[in-house]
């Protein structure tokens, strides 16, 4: 097991959150990568049901705020479906995957994980009305 480090930044490289993932393995998938960060941003929040939801993408349900994702009712959520959700974000380009530096180019993509490897994910924001 290997934990890491995942930041999400913004476009100009401005810190938002940070989450620490475990990873079974040193070589992984983009896809692999994404579902670990996925699954624990999701368990953390089925564990204390805070208010809002801070996770890569949006829940099913779910209103966008400054503070996070609202959920219309409290409830858990499903990792799964939103491990589907990030995939879809991902291929189209709902935010890029960037690993020393470099962006990932698909889910498939193998990417190898030491000790000082840095992994950022960063959010696209849509522009209004375009």
Known sequence: MKTVTIKDESLTGQLISEIEVALENERITVKELITARVYAEVEAYNQKLPEYFNGLVQPNDAEKTLNGYKLKQKRTIDPEKQVYIAWDAFQ?????????????????????????????????????GG
């Open 92 to 128: 189209k380009n709902g935010y890029f995957v960037l690993v020393d530096d470099e962006q990932a180019e698909s889910l498939e993509q193998e990417v190898l994980i030491s000790d000082s490897t840095s992994i950022s994910f960063v959010k696209l924001t849509p522009l209004v």
